[in-house]
């Protein structure tokens, strides 16, 4: 039976302001879906809450991942279970190497009832696989002896999220704009290796602002999110449509959601009474 | 386990003075040594609050009378190795209980090399003159305080290691001080080093009981003669209901080099002096502090990088990180005096809150009376990032595998300058076994 990752009705707030307001979302493994929408909409919270970010309460709604109840479990825990998020401003760890980071989470993830303590996987076999891996990536060693994002640059912290990805293969993966920030040689390398790393074996939720990386990972489903809501479900043409043309026909389309929009916005500029 | 070392209630009282005097057999020197620090000891009372140096270090909780100069005891139980020395190769080691040495070994070879490595009761019986010439003359003065005048009266045991003129000791040497339940230890440290010679000391303290009480008031000193090198490392590690005292100090003589590690991680309350005089030109000295607290415990380090010659740099890392209700004080000063031109110092404390109750003093200075001199000092304090702990978890961390991650990466940049894998194992370790999870 193929894994699903099944969101309904999410409603998230921050800080008691709500952000997400009843998001549908039903992602298949295997599958790859384009998730798109203005500034603001909503689309890294709806990451932040798949993955249990602490300070993103589910106010309404559910997420499983096949029979499990994903809001039950602890941030860790979802990761094991196989979710996995490349940040959009993914976090520096100074003082951890990065590789020494991949092998602890690459151990966890690979054996989910490891307990505190137990052996890491072996060094050598670790250090094998990601010299290969990083080959592949066309990423020098040394990089893997850096602390975790610290000092990286932009693009160098989106190459690390995408080796982590390549280590830790999770069942569903969502990519929040892992193409931004990276040049147009880096782009079409993080394109294919994306490519290469999913395939059949991972659903994949990208959400991104340029096309390039829909190029090579063409998304089977496009959505669009606007004021806390998926307000249009298409194909690639829907992507390559709001790549040309931009937001307006769907703003037009759907008011009640640009409302919502805003009165997000507003809310964000008007001084605190 | 018993209380095996309180014999007497005489405490450190004149009559307790007079019969440590006639219990060993030592030479006029030192008695008279012994005899001018126990006045100064009697005539001085505990220091309060009012003083600069404590006023952040309340000690009105330790009673100096439920505590006395330590009996020679058998310890009842097996003693630990120490951390330190674990995968070393050791050219010697010592380990003392309750102040009194109870095993002392140094390899033939170094033996052969004139390397002296002895409790202070054999090296008095060999080199009397060495003992006679450094103990308490050159570095600690046992006028200074309460304290380092009640060591100076009463030490019993404690260590002493010399390294003769050129020679280059590759082993490391081990010393290991442990306290039983309501023990004292008074131990001194004396290291000698010659002209041109080099030698590395693991020197480490531990309790049997983590919670007993005890006292520990002792004194380390350092002395280095021109163009020697030292590598000292130093891990505290009494158990959390001993009270610890030290004054430590290192002179170095001209184009000497002294890397100095210092572990904090035990005691329920801490009062160390950690100086290090520069007094030959082209001397360097690195300190690098790590420490952990925890419960409640209070660790207060006074460091003083003195620059007494030109030339000379010195570079003290101190980094903390603290939880639960502990605390810490950091005051460091570099002094440098009207002759040390071209001076180059640096120190700088960061400290790591992990809760919220937790607080950490940093207290910097600068005392310059030259005017070619680069000095630069910081310090910084800040809590454990919650971005961190989830980003870590993203990855498969539990919440308490990513805390003691960041915290362990936090002190990674003092690990990287600490030479010796075992002791960068050791501490990693012991912090990361102590780190605990927090909402
Ligand atoms: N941790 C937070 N604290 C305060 N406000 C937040 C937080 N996270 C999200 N928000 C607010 O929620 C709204 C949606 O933000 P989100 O980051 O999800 O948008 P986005 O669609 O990812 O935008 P972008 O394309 O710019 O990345 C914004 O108004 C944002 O300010
Ligand atoms: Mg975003």
Redesign the pocket.
């Known amino acids: 039976m193929t894994d699903v990752l099944k969101i309904e009705n999410l409603h998230v707030a ?2 008691g ?1 709500p ?1 997400l307001k009843g998001v549908n979302l039903t992602i298949k493994r295997g599958e790859i879906h384009a998730l798109m ?12 809450a798949i993955m249990g ?1 602490p ?2 309460e589910i106010t309404a709604g559910s997420i499983h991942l096949n029979d499990q109840d994903v809001l039950e479990m602890a941030v860790d825990e979802r990761a094991r279970a196989g979710l996995f998020l490349a940040l ?1 401003r993914p976090v520096s760890i100074p003082g951890v190497r990065l590789a020494d980071f991949l092998r602890h989470a690459t151990t966890n993830v690979r054996n989910p009832d490891r307990k505190e303590g137990e052996e890491l996987i072996p060094m050598r076999e670790f250090r094998k696989e990601i010299k290969d891996k990083m080959n592949h990536l066309s990423m020098d060693m040394e990089f893997a002896r850096r602390y975790v994002n610290d000092g990286f640059s932009g693009g160098e912290m989106k190459r690390a999220e995408i080796l982590q990805l390549a280590m830790l293969q999770p069942k569903f993966a969502i990519l ?2 892992t193409d931004s920030g990276l040049d147009a040689d880096a782009v079409r390398l993080a394109s294919q290796s994306i490519a290469d790393i999913g395939g059949e074996n991972m659903g994949l939720l990208i ?1 991104t ?1 340029h096309d390039k990386l829909l190029e090579h990972n063409p998304p089977q489903f496009a959505h669009v ?1 606007l004021g ?1 809501k998926i307000v249009e479900t298409g194909t690639v043409k829907l992507a390559q449509e709001l790549h040309t043309d931009g937001y307006d026909r769907i703003r037009k389309a759907y008011p009640e959601a640009a409302a919502a929009e805003l009165e ?2 507003e ?2 500029v008007s001084p605190a009474v | 386990m018993s209380a095996s070392t309180v014999t007497e209630v005489e405490g450190f009282s004149p009559a307790a003075f007079d019969r440590l005097i006639e219990s060993r057999n030592e030479p006029a020197w030192l008695q008279e040594l012994r005899q001018s620090a126990f006045d100064t000891f009697q005539s001085m009372s505990l220091p309060s609050r009012k003083e600069e140096e404590w006023m952040r270090t309340d000690i009105r909780m330790f009673h100096l009378d439920k505590f006395a100069v330590p009996e020679q005891v058998k310890p009842e139980v097996e003693l630990p190795l120490g951390v330190l020395r674990q995968g070393v190769d050791v050219g010697g080691s010592i380990v003392s209980y309750n102040g009194h040495t109870v095993e002392s070994n140094l390899s033939e070879e170094l033996r052969q090399q004139g390397v002296i490595f002895g409790s202070i009761a054999e090296v008095l019986e060999q080199r009397p003159e060495l003992l006679e010439k450094y103990l308490l003359t050159k570095a600690v003065d046992p006028h200074f305080d309460k304290f380092s005048s009640l060591h100076a009266a009463f030490f019993t045991g404690g260590q002493v290691l010399y390294v003769p003129k050129n020679t280059v000791v590759k082993q490391p040497l081990h010393a290991l001080s442990v306290l039983g339940p309501g023990g004292v230890d008074l131990g001194h440290t004396l290291v000698i080093v010659e002209e041109g010679a080099e030698v590395t000391m693991l020197n480490e303290t531990a309790s049997l009981d983590n919670k007993a009480p005890g006292m520990h008031c002792g004194a380390i000193e350092l002395i280095q003669h021109p163009n020697s090198h030292l590598r000292y490392i130093n891990l505290q590690n009494w158990g959390q209901g001993v009270w610890h005292f030290a004054h430590q100090k290192a002179i170095v003589e001209r184009d000497s080099t002294l890397y100095w590690t210092i572990g904090a991680l035990g005691s329920r309350l801490s009062k160390v002096n950690q100086h290090v005089a520069l007094v030959g030109e082209g001397a360097y000295c690195e300190v690098n502090g790590v420490m952990f607290t925890e419960g409640k415990q209070h660790l207060s380090y006074h460091t003083l990088q003195h620059h007494e010659a030109p030339s000379c740099r010195s570079n003290f890392l101190y980094k903390t990180a603290l939880q639960d209700h502990s605390r810490t004080v950091w005051r460091g000063m570099i002094k440098v005096d009207n002759a040390a031109q071209k001076t180059d110092g640096y120190q700088r404390n960061d400290n790591l809150i992990l809760t919220e109750h937790a607080r950490a003093d940093s207290i910097p200075g600068l005392e310059i009376e030259a005017d070619d001199v680069r000095c630069t000092h910081g310090a910084t304090t800040g809590k454990i990032d919650e971005e961190q702990i989830f980003y870590a978890q993203t990855r498969g961390f539990t919440r308490k595998e990513a805390m003691r991650a960041i915290v362990i990466g936090f002190f990674q940049q003092v690990f990287d300058r600490i030479p010796l894998e075992s002791v960068r194992d050791a501490l990693g370790n012991a912090i990361a076994s102590r780190v605990r999870e927090y909402e």
């Open positions: 921050v800080e302001k952000i929408g203005p500034n603001g909409s909503g689309k890294s919270t709806l990451g932040f970010h300070n993103y959009q929040d704009e959400i602002h999110m806390g997000m916005n809310e964000e």
